[in-house]
């Protein structure tokens, strides 16, 4: 069976009419997240994270907010508390590793939080008898199960350590160590591989 133009085109104007058309402006429902509504304050919230089980992780200087789109949950700070925040100042984005796990770092030290406990834990990095109190976290591998870390202590003088810890085992290696005035502003670049990567280091004024 043949169709006429008139018919052809008829059909053709009834499937554009059920195509959403791009060429106008998309509304987006907005929400906006204030301590109003439950964020724990609304400066310095320089990390958003979104993890597997889908909730966006907001950081603070006063602790950690964890919005599932409905209800922001804040975990605040409490030294008497061993499973909680130990440092409220929250320094880095949320890595999530193989088994679900959450790391980043706060002002004195790399903390785990784990959903299968609903606990903090401040992870131990006293390396060959020494102990760091700044961190910056660089990348987590979940296939290697590898987290990547510098360190600040001015134990060796005008250089950042950079060291790897298996997230299991928390085995700590010293990979190297980076120049001090390097330190602010570094970021990782993937490289060839997914346990391999290159940096970016900003210099004074420019990269």
């Not at 102990?131 to 290697?144: A, H, M, R, W």
Request: with cysteine; proline share 5%.
């Amino acid at each position: 069976m043949r169709l006429s133009s008139t018919c052809l085109s008829c059909i053709m104007m009834c499937l554009l009419l059920r195509i959403p058309s791009y060429g106008q402006d998309l509304v987006l429902p907005l929400e906006n997240i204030s301590p109003e509504n439950g964020l724990t304050t609304s400066k310095f919230n320089l990390y958003i994270s979104r993890d597997s089980h889908h909730y966006t992780w907001i950081s603070s200087i006063s602790g950690l907010n964890r919005f599932d789109g409905l209800r922001n949950r804040q975990f605040l700070a409490n030294d008497s508390s061993k499973s909680a925040l130990s440092d409220p100042i929250i320094q880095s984005p949320m890595f999530e590793d193989a088994d679900g796990n959450l790391w980043f770092n706060t002002s004195t030290s790399i903390q785990k939080y784990s959903y299968r406990s609903g606990e903090f834990q401040e992870v131990d990095t006293t390396y060959d008898g020494l102990e760091f109190k700044d961190f910056t976290l660089i990348d987590l591998v979940p296939s290697t199960h590898t987290l990547y870390f510098l360190a600040e202590d001015g134990i060796l003088g005008d250089f950042h350590p950079f060291f790897k810890m298996d997230t299991r085992t928390r085995q700590l290696i010293l990979i190297d160590s980076i120049p001090y005035y390097d330190f602010n502003g570094l970021r990782k670049i993937d490289g060839p591989s997914e346990d391999s990567f290159h940096f970016f280091i900003p210099q004074t004024g420019g990269w």
